[in-house]
Structure formats: structure tokens, C-alpha cells
């Protein structure tokens, strides 16, 4: 079953086996990727900077700003703000990462 999400939906990042989401710095507007979760650090050489290029955001908390549909009014994306940056992410990958945060219905949250 495919996850809908309607716009206004407060949604968590979450982790997919050793994958999750990240979204580039160098591009604008931001992209969102799936990128591999480090488990175990390794000592990087301190001369390096690894992940100067990319931002991990499992564990934050996404805001569905605007639904994409095409024309037979499927879902083909969300635009989703993340720390104050908004981003399009494809509804296929929305579907694998993102976890509603509250119960629909429920004003109480």
C-alpha cells in the first residue's frame, strides 16, 4: 500500500536498512538524495572532510508543503521543508523515508 500524504502533514525522517535521506548544500534549490547511514565510524583521516558535501536528516521532522500530481492525479512528488529549506522529494521516495508524526484526525497530536 502506497503512503499518502496531503499537504500540512508533519512527517519524521526515517531509515530505510542502511539507507536514509540527505540533501546536498552545493545545490540550490537543496536536493534530497538516500545516502548510506555510517554504523560504525571509522577514524577518517582528519585532513579529509568526508561529509562536507551532504547532510544527513534522519530523525527530522519534514513539513509537506505542496502535492505534485500529473494529470490522471497521481502523486509525483512533494515539496517538504526541512530546518527552514524546502525541497522536492519524489513520492517514491517519500514513501520509503517518511513516517507520519502524528495520527490523522487526532488534534491532540
Known amino acids: 500500500m502506497m503512503a499518502e500524504f496531503s499537504q500540512g502533514d508533519l512527517c519524521?525522517?526515517?531509515?530505510?536498512?542502511a539507507?536514509?535521506?540527505?540533501?546536498?548544500?552545493?545545490?540550490?534549490?537543496?536536493?534530497i538524495r538516500e545516502c548510506p547511514?555510517?554504523?560504525?565510524e571509522v577514524s577518517p583521516d582528519p585532513r579529509r572532510n568526508y561529509n562536507s558535501s551532504v547532510k544527513n536528516l534522519e530523525g527530522k521532522l519534514a513539513l509537506?508543503?505542496?502535492?505534485?500530481r500529473n494529470r490522471l492525479d497521481q502523486t509525483i512528488g512533494y515539496r517538504v521543508l526541512?530546518?527552514?529549506?524546502?525541497?522536492?522529494?519524489k513520492s517514491k521516495v517519500a514513501e520509503k523515508?517518511?513516517?507520519l508524526a502524528e495520527t490523522p484526525g487526532d488534534e491532540s497530536r
Request: aromatic share 12%; glycine share 8%; proline share 5%.
Open 12 to 17: 519524521i525522517v526515517g531509515r530505510q536498512n
Open 19 to 31: 539507507f536514509t535521506l540527505c540533501y546536498t548544500g552545493k545545490d540550490e534549490p537543496p536536493s
Open 37 to 40: 547511514v555510517k554504523e560504525l
Open 64 to 68: 509537506i508543503v505542496y502535492v505534485s
Open 82 to 89: 526541512v530546518e527552514g529549506k524546502e525541497m522536492f522529494c
Open 97 to 99: 523515508y517518511l513516517r
